[in-house]
Every structure is written in C-alpha cells, then in structure tokens.
C-alpha cells in the first residue's frame, strides 16, 4: 500500500486539467492491440456510475463465433522517458484493481466496465481488453501474451475547483484511538485564512491528566486542491504546522464532505517530523466520521 503522502501527491501536481469526467486522458499504446484476430475494441470512454469512476470499452466480436472475453484495471507507473509504452519491468510493477468478464455473441459489440482507481489516489492506470482468465500478477513475460485485445494507459489528474470546507469531528484510528478535529479551509493555497486543529491522545500521559492530548495547529500550506467525483467533494493538502508547540512537523490530509448527515464524511491525515535523517510518523488515521460533519461550501 502506498503511504498516504504519496497518494496525495499526484493530486496536488495541479498541472493541466482534462475535460473528461474524471479528469482522465489516454495514452496510446499501438503495439499492445491487434494480437487477437475477429476482436477490437472500438472505443474506451472514462465515465462515472453511481459515482464510481469506470472505464466502458466497447468491445467488437466479428469471429463468428461466441467468446468470452474480459477486462481489467491497473495501478501503473507512466513509462520512463515520456514513452507510451511500459517496459517489462513496468509492467511487472503494476497492481491489479479490478476486473469483469462476459461473453459476446457472434458478430455483436458489447460495453464492458471495469472500476478505475480514483483520482485521488494514483496518477497512472492501465485497463486491458484480453481473452481468457484475468491476471492479477505479472511476472516475467506472462502479460496477456497472444491474448491481449487492447492494452491502454491512462492519466488520472483531478480537475481543480475552486471553494472551501468547514467543519470537523471525531474518527479512530486502526487501534482505536480517537482523534479530533476542526478547520477552516480554503482551496488556494495562498489564502491567509487557512485554519487546522487536530487533537488526540499522549502516549506518554495518563488519561485525564492536564496534558493527556497531543495538540497539532497547522501553520501554512504548502499545497491544496479540491475536486469533486459523483456527489462526493474532496480537500487534499500538505502542510506544516506545531505538534504541542513545537514547529518542525509536517502534515498532509485528504477531507470529504459526501453529504448529509456528515456520517458518509472521511479524513485522512498524517503527521509526520525528521528525526535523525528519518522520517517519523506521529499520526496516521483513515476513516469516516464518527461525530461530526464536514461541508463544502462552493464560495471562498
């Protein structure tokens, strides 16, 4: 699993922003098409369904015959040196996400859908179009060989909009622990008014004690974005701040408002600071609201 500072990081690369639903573009990759005669794909259209990012692949069967056929998606690196095509190595490196598979009668084209990792979450994926059985691990030179319909990269950039959220509230970390917060956020970056506030629990106190809480105040950003996918907005940024006083702490966070009542809400955030040349993590915590409610607000 990637640490949550490198899934922030492809979506606050603020770099061009795409038309598309999900803000994806393809990538051609000529040489991984054609291996299976009789099949084509016609088209690969990034959609949304009930909020999901997917890609639809219209998929052609002129063989005369049914086949069943499949597709699958991949978190991937963009190829090295700008190219459109993964290496060996590359591929090798790809995980799998999901998949689907179905049957197309003779002479018919079908869409197949398959979901895609959100933009949030990874800047690079791949989604083949293949015969047979799904691979879910590649190793060597087993990719889809003989086999492979269509084989497509895609970027995965969060088209930037403009607002800011509010709120706060309680979630738990994987141990238990909870952990608040409240903030003012805006989404430029150089906004003054930018306001963060997290507390939870010392390790290294008793419960109930004058000093029991960790206290983190965020001091500036250094990079923020927002963006919508379905119904669902996001704040994702990176920052600095004092933990207990004390500056030299690094932060960075991913706040969504998924409606009301505000129970659907999550936030992710991590605190971390140097020590000795080595970064040291003082808080990680992913999870949906426990109390509280998050809300975008479209004005700044």
């Known amino acids: 699993m990637r640490s949550l500072k490198n899934v922030l990081a492809p979506t606050l690369r603020r770099i061009k922003l795409l038309a598309l639903v999900c803000g994806l573009s393809l990538m051609s990759m000529a040489s991984a098409q054609a291996q299976v005669p009789g099949l084509r794909v016609e088209?690969?259209?990034?959609?949304?369904?009930n909020g999901v990012p997917v890609v639809v692949a219209n998929v052609c069967n002129d063989t005369g015959v049914a086949v069943t056929v499949g597709i699958a998606s991949y978190v991937a690196e963009e190829p090295a040196g700008g190219g459109s095509i993964p290496s060996q190595d590359e591929l090798d490196k790809q995980v799998f996400f999901a998949s689907g598979q179905t049957t197309i009668p003779a002479n018919t084209?079908?869409?197949?859908v398959v979901a895609v990792p959100p933009c949030a979450q990874v800047d690079v994926f791949q989604v083949d179009v293949f015969t047979g059985g799904v691979i879910e691990v590649f190793k060597g030179s087993n990719y889809y060989a003989g086999r492979l319909i269509l084989g497509q990269l895609f970027t995965n950039e969060c088209p930037h909009i403009e607002g800011r959220m509010t709120g706060g509230g309680s979630v738990f970390t994987s141990a238990g622990v909870r952990v608040?917060?409240?903030?003012?956020l805006r989404c430029d970056v150089d906004d003054p008014r930018q306001n963060l506030e997290i507390n939870y629990p010392r390790s290294d106190s008793s419960k109930g004690s004058k000093n029991d809480q960790n206290n983190f105040k965020l001091e500036s950003l250094t990079s923020v974005t927002c963006f919508q996918i379905g119904d669902t907005f996001y704040l994702a940024a990176i920052g600095t701040g004092t933990l207990n006083g004390v500056s030299g702490y690094s932060i960075s966070f991913v706040l969504t408002d998924a409606g009301e009542p505000g129970t659907n809400d999550r936030a992710q955030i991590i605190i971390t600071h140097m020590e000795n040349g080595v970064q040291v993590t003082d808080l990680y915590v992913s999870n949906t609201l426990e109390k509280g409610n998050q809300q975008w607000h479209p004005e700044m």
Not at 43 to 49: D, G, K, Q, R, Y
Not at 109 to 112: E, G, Q, Y
């Open 43 to 49: 088209s690969f259209t990034p959609t949304t369904l």
């Open 109 to 112: 084209c079908v869409p197949l």
């Open 180 to 184: 608040t917060h409240g903030f003012q």
